[in-house]
């Protein structure tokens, strides 16, 4: 079945840029959804379709997806964008959805 | 009240059935508009989709948890039902419903809290 790989952590200064990959076979032909989730919380939707933003998402977050990787860009971090961050996709060989691995943000 | 919320018991034998039941405010659960989906976390895991519906009765599943899994809804209580056949610790996890509004390819846009399930004797 098909495998989202993402690294297991990113660490960041406050005020720089972090940008998490995720890995997948041809993902850019996919529709990349990405989320960010704080401890005792539910997930967050903050990139749709690779690089669309839903209201209320800062700008500050970006996608793109090309090729066998897809990026979330998280430009002039915030403490509180410390967080675990998920890709996700849909598998269409296999009909399912399929969550990236995680990537945990630490703010330094 | 929270657009979605999940509940049902937190505490469930091994060997017995897991179900959970997700209310969604209002009349969306029977719009052509979204899919309905259960998607779990273990314990220090990550995310792991269990399942969706739309609302004209169809189905997707995980194949790793197809043989043991049915969704279901009840569109006159605006319900979605998730049933988890022969449980084991290995399934103890936050279940949560959320939302997809377009098609089963687009993002869960809305989530409900999550409702801790325990698989214990």
């Known amino acids: 079945s098909y495998v989202l790989t993402q690294p297991p952590s990113v660490s960041v200064a406050p005020g720089r840029t972090a940008r998490i990959t995720c890995g997948g076979n041809?993902?850019?032909?996919?529709?990349v959804h990405w989320y960010h989730q704080k401890p005792g919380q539910a997930p967050v939707l903050v990139v749709f379709?690779?690089?669309d933003r839903p209201s209320g998402i800062p700008e500050r977050f970006s996608g793109s997806n090309s090729g066998h990787t897809a990026t979330l860009t998280i430009s002039r971090v915030e403490a509180g964008d410390e967080a675990d961050y998920y890709c996700?996709?849909?598998?269409?060989?296999?009909?399912?959805?399929?969550f990236g691995t995680g990537t945990k943000v630490t703010v330094l | 009240q929270l657009p979605v919320q999940e509940s049902g018991p937190r505490l469930v034998r091994p060997s017995e059935t897991l179900s959970l039941t997700c209310t969604v405010s209002?009349?969306?659960?029977?719009?052509?508009?979204?899919?309905w989906g259960w998607i779990r976390q273990a314990p220090g895991k990550g995310l792991e989709w269990i399942g969706n519906?739309?609302?004209?009765?169809?189905?997707y599943y995980n194949p790793s948890l197809k043989s043991r899994v049915t969704i279901s809804e009840d569109t006159s209580k605006t319900q979605v039902s998730l049933k988890l056949n022969s449980a084991t610790a290995a399934d103890t996890a936050v279940y949560y419903c959320?939302?997809?509004?377009?098609?089963?390819?687009?993002?869960?846009?809305?989530w409900g809290q999550g409702t801790v399930v325990t698989v214990s004797s």
């Open positions: 959320a939302r997809q509004f377009g098609d089963y390819t687009s993002g869960f846009d809305i």
């Open positions: 209002g009349d969306s659960i029977s719009s052509s508009y979204y899919y």
């Open positions: 519906i739309y609302y004209s009765g169809i189905t």
């Open positions: 041809n993902i850019g032909s996919l529709r």
């Open positions: 379709d690779g690089s």
């Open positions: 996700q996709v849909w598998d269409s060989n296999n009909d399912h959805s399929v």
